[in-house]
């Protein structure tokens, strides 16, 4: 700022006076963009604004991952409270598109999550169902236009929001019977459709249970390979230790033959309490399902996700009310 020396200031003060033009904002600013640094002091600006924009959002994304990691540690009395804050955020973040006719939603829709077991002929007991009878569920759930879930789309919607068809469902086989492979499998490439398989990993070798070639093929080929635990225990009625092991062992096995995470444990008999959970979170699953008949959705304890058991007991008629009426 230039100083002038005014011979009617107060000398007295031995004070030079600043030129009053220099104080005129107005006049300060259009003589700095008068000059030929207009342009980066333009671009100087707007890099700012970008630099605020991003650091904005990514400390948006920080807030998101830090609600679910707290979210993960919480116990059930804190649940109500991070349900209403996670409806909150569901309600401000919604949104919908379309992707080749398919609608698609981030909402919190309740997604139906089917389980079966053994695909074999015949169909001895109500946890065996032909290959007959699968197919015709399947392929309804097909023409009805039903998208099916990885498990990796179903964690990007749940964790993250992601967009997910309106129309989704998860298809899942408990146990990981050998007759998964020779059975449901060629089903399930025919129909382009997604499966998850919850394995026992006690005894992987191709007879009762599935074997290590076949696991490794069907991952392979986008089948979803998830935990069973080892044995098939009541975990309720083991010591935390014992449950620990149980589930971390299981997933070591499997990871180890996919070369992928599992990240998911179906409870085997749907037995679980507050060890089970705490040992799922330890041993670094994401979820864990039961065998509680509901819709999984945002509001959900993550270690506790809703299935429907399907019988092989039902008719279609039977089997298509329980896929429409079933309430989160």
């Known amino acids: 700022m230039n100083y002038i020396f005014n011979s009617n200031d107060r000398r007295s003060n031995g004070l030079f006076m600043p030129n009053l033009k220099d104080l005129n904002i107005i006049y300060f600013f259009k003589k700095i963009l008068s000059k030929k640094y207009a342009l980066i002091f333009i671009s100087i600006i707007l890099l700012a604004i970008v630099c605020f924009s991003i650091r904005y959002f990514n400390n948006s994304s920080s807030k998101n991952e830090l609600v679910h990691n707290n979210d993960l540690e919480s116990k059930s009395v804190d649940n109500s409270s991070a349900q209403l804050f996670n409806k909150m955020i569901n309600e401000v973040t919604s949104k919908k598109a379309k992707l080749n006719n398919v609608i698609l939603t981030n909402a919190n829709i309740g997604i139906p999550v089917l389980y079966y077991h053994s695909v074999t002929e015949p169909a001895t ?12 569920e399947l392929t309804y759930i097909k023409d009805k ?69 076949a696991i490794k093929e069907m991952s392979t080929y986008g089948i979803d390979i998830e935990s069973h635990t080892i044995n ?17 062992e299981s997933k070591k096995t499997l990871e180890a033959i996919t070369g992928k995470e599992v990240t998911s444990i179906a409870y085997p008999f749907g037995d679980y309490n507050e060890d089970s959970i705490k040992a799922a979170k330890n041993s670094g699953y994401t979820f864990g399902f039961t ?38």
């Open 232 to 248: 098939h225990p009541h975990l309720n009625k083991l010591t935390y230790e014992d449950q620990l092991k149980e589930l971390t």
């Open 291 to 328: 065998t509680n008949r509901g819709l999984a959705d945002k509001d959900d304890n993550f270690f506790k996700l809703d299935r429907i058991y399907i019988s092989s007991t039902y008719d279609m008629d039977t089997f298509k009310d329980v896929l429409t009426k079933t309430k989160k």
């Open 145 to 213: 236009g039903y998208i099916t879930l990885t498990m990796k789309d179903l964690k990007n919607y749940l964790l993250n929001h992601s967009l997910i068809p309106e129309k989704s469902i998860l298809i899942t086989f408990d146990d990981g019977y050998m007759d998964n492979y020779y059975s449901a499998f060629p089903i399930l490439k025919e129909l382009n459709m997604n499966a998850t398989i919850f394995c026992i990993t006690s005894n992987l070798d191709g007879n009762y249970y599935l074997s290590k070639e």
């Open 125 to 136: 007991n109500e946890v065996i169902i032909t290959p007959e009878k699968l197919k015709a």
